[in-house]
């Protein structure tokens, strides 16, 4: 895939120049010092030739088939040059020349323009505004960075041109090999998700690194990225997270979402290992690309240092991985080749004058263990150390089963361990907490490879009945939709609403309390009253007629006093639900990845603790349930205190019905069930309130 | 202070060897090779020389004054270098044999005697079981570690030998200078807190960092530790956190209590930076020695990289501090000064091609703002940049008086320009989040530093009473105080208790109820019930007479069911309180740091959501409101949904009661007011149930 692009048989840079210090010698005279076998073919009208190579007037002029080109002059000449490589027949064209999209409208338009061309010709466009190419795997460095990296198994996608360069500067300082480097740019025709697939089939692409501040279309992106993890880890770091600046919103489910929510969702749906900072991008794709994954999350630790061992303890622990005991074999077995004063519990530790055989004793041993998934292994350049003799020891026990990663802590005395760590395939990191982030990243990510089939249920609906409300609704020019019509659309989609109807008098309503049967539930019912209990628009138990018509004309009487313009649609009469527990559930439309539910105990819960979780839709049962057992006050749902549990597989069927109702119909914005209320396991919940707002269109 | 150990004029090493290898010999050689200027005695009664220095067979056989001794001899033999020792009129000794406390009981009472004699001897012992000290202010290497570090401003006090062999490594690697490390190894005479002062007195070291798996002592932890923070930083990462393993605890404030939340209210007392990992304790460090405090949180970022820029606002956001927009007149300034296509918001983008003169523009202008407290400065390794001449620049540009921190990104381009930036005593991190989080803890203890002062009140209380009630209770030698006791003693601590009685009979308890009122409440007062509620145990709202006979006849019949052998000591009969907020009140004595207050909202917001706060007593009035402020549930004390707030200041006054309560009565052990009713302001707080545990002794 993207041939043309990644490994092209002849290259032409157009723009080329021969002064040093411009982009275009450098992009020349990168091609060539990076060793490409390929034909490269500068482009320039007024030289003959630059870096004793023969310079054309267009690219057609060379005369023979240039799969890319790379455009690095100005940007009014720009059209020009992909008019050139057009004629050239070219495949894919990088555009480094910047002063487009990220400039102004004018700049957008002028973006518009070249990539409608590159798609009119059946050029792929890489850029504009990029630092270019590089991929190892046939010595091209088609970038203005000067680096070219040893080849390896890791490929990059940045969204930031400057940040390749931090990367190639880091790559070669740690001896970090990578298969391919991309700068993204502007994603005028390319997009992340293009070159995700690309390096999804790309062979010497082990582990995919990428740095994004946006993505071009979310579903695409979850789909794409779900499809590459299930081949290779995909390690993400997502910048931009914080300043989200959540616009306003109406209902308690879109307030509580946010653009960092959304991609967190997206992430873990998609299988993505997040990365939350710079060094651990790196430091979870060594691990990822250079160690198996490990079966389960029980970690041993070898160390010749007690502070250490501890530190890499908390951290096994504090990341909810699991430190056990060798089984007694093999304790005793290791503990008869160390010194009395060693201790074989875990940490193991193998005492700070432990030499490489040591080392690789314990470790060879704990790796047979077969309660041991994953072996950290530490050391401090002590008196007695030798760290380069240990760190070949430790090679050469890896059995390449089980993920084993190196914590050489120091500075000057392990640099030659490092490298040949490094060469052979052993992450290893300075400080124990990282070495066990890293771990935790590969156990997520084997738990993800392993996760259930995704089964989504469809329930039997009513969907012509909700077009219906809908679309008259639609012609009401209202985006709210109250909780009269919202309990009809969720009683269409099988949710279980009280019986209930729309009093327009107070005789009205006592005909309808007495045809349902007390005690009822009365509520105001008002387009312009979002809070009717602030308005005094709700009561509840209503017991007997009297009750109703007093209700009712004192819900009147409050409204026409505090809310003198609001226009009233009625009184509710309802029957009297039985009392249970009170969650939320609802859905926000993210303009990235559409519907994401929502999950969270009732009231104060959510509004003040914040105690809410989100899944995208559409959702399975197996996710749904874990939406419940991700909220901090799961252990109230299970039954606590004495309280018995409510039953978890309605809400869970809820949220599932909400999925299929917002994945069947588009337009619904945001909608929240607040509350739903939910009893003991064999009872029927019940809609007690419901809102929903449409989108514009 | 502690000069005899720190600034010797003479240092014996008893057990000097010479095969190179030997414990005994390495303290030598590093003592020779490190330029120590002292006088260097080394004692073995086998040989006449060592390393060309004449060898004695005893200390006092040099015919000098010896003010430190380094014993290397075998266990049994450090008893007779002590004498040697003492003979020779040393001031201190440093045991590095290990073999004591560390492996078994006759190791610990053999460390216990060589202490005593120390004392007695008036000679300061460090270790035994480390690997010595060093101190570059008179070129002193009195450890077995054969690496020298530079002189710097850094000291390092270690409780993990072994660590500080990755600390000297990474110093030599890093080039930071160190001013004293110290391995305090098992303690048996200098403690942590010793050695703290010390170094708070030594004019090299300007900050202190220190890794400690235990102290010796909570509560002079916290005194010195304090006072040492008023003087310099001290930075402490301290291990075994997690697995600190809960004691079974039977109120809640005890279950929900541990080590960890200890250290921290006590680190959070004593000024302490914090360090959770060890990268960490070497970025603050760095930062703390090199650069002035910041006055605020305002960070400004300068960058010529987009990416990097973004993540660093990321992460000033995620740790609460601000990203404020430069004034308009600075902004137009810079831009002024910049190419078109920069950007001065916050980050400020000198972009890509930044030479080191537009770095320094934008780095003395945005420091002469006065909205901004602290800047980050972010380099990217691009084609037009020049590291190192930009690493001098901002060291140029760097006036001293607001703290600047560097985030050069990469590896092999970069190296230079990070020694640059270590040599001028500018912080320098590989990662911008890195950069902002050790910015991050500068802010943190400025703030310490510039925090109110602490004003115990002390509340005028009936002492007397509550020593009466607790002589009772001794003697009855069961440690539970039950709530009428509990009662008694927090209403001679000026809480408001509602009036109430013990009943023996349903006549007497229409009685009580007759005299103090109805409604009433009743509860079962048995010690051997403590969850009343469960056995039906617990009447609300009884408003008159005929329910107050039911109630209590109820009452003895279901516990004489349900828990026939629980010795019954009647009901209590109580005047029903006005409602209101509850919340919980609690005290945990942690056999660390003494009395931890504790606070939450009531029920299901501990129990569940384990929404609480701590802090140690004595407690003044700004911090009984901080535990308040430091609850997620904070919102509804405040009102929250249409809800009137609580009376803040009444369970901050209630706080502060029962932290003058447990300082008064070392004896109780742990205590819980559950529920402590509060309602809106002016209202009177309500202690509607408590239970104390007394300690055993």
Known sequence: MLDGLLCPNAVAVIGASRSPGKVGYAILSNLIKSGYAGKIIPVNP?????????????VSEAKIKVDLCIVVVPPPAVMKALESAAAAGAEAVTIITAGFKEVDAAGADHEKKIALYCRKHRMRLLGPNCLGLINTANNMNASFAAQMPKPGSISVLSQSGALCTAILDWSEGRGVGLAKLISIGNKADLSET???????????TKVIVAYLESISSGPEFIRIAEEVSLTKPLVILKAGTTAAGGKAASSHTGSLAGADIAYGAAFKRAGVVRSEN?????????????????????????TNAG???IMAADAVETLGMELEAPTPEIAQDIMSNLPAAASVGNPIDVLGDAAPDRYAMALEKILADPKVDAVVVILTPQAMSDPDATAEAIIKASTGEKPVLACFMGGSQIINARAKFVAANVPDYPSPERAVAALKAMVDYASWLNRPPRIVTRFPVNRHRVERILSRQARTGRPEIGEVEAKEILRAYDFNVLPGQLARSSDDAIAIADRIGYPVVMKIVSPDILHKSEFGGVKLNLSKSSEVRDAYDLMILRISRKAPSAKLRGVLVEKMGASGREVILGMHRDPQFGPMLMFGLGGIFVEVMKDVSFYLAPLTHS??????ENTRSYALLRGARGEAGV???????????????VTDFPQ???MDINPFIVGEIGTQPVVADARMILSGE
Not at 623 to 628: D, R, T
Not at 650 to 661: M, N
């Open 307 to 309: 502070g250490p061992g």
């Open 46 to 58: 007024k030289v003959n030739s630059i870096l004793n190579l023969p310079c054309y007037k267009n």
């Open 668 to 670: 619904i914005e945001e």
């Open 278 to 302: 710079f060094e651990s991008l790196f430091d979870f794709a060594t691990a990822l690309s250079m160690q198996p994954l490990p079966k389960g999350k029980r970690v041993a630790i070898i």
């Open 623 to 628: 996710e749904a349930i874990q939406m419940l």
């Open 647 to 661: 039953d978890l597989n309605v809400i869970a069927s809820a949220l599932q019905q909400i999925s299929q109702l």
């Open 194 to 204: 293009d070159l995700l697939q690309a390096l999804a089939q790309d062979d010497q």
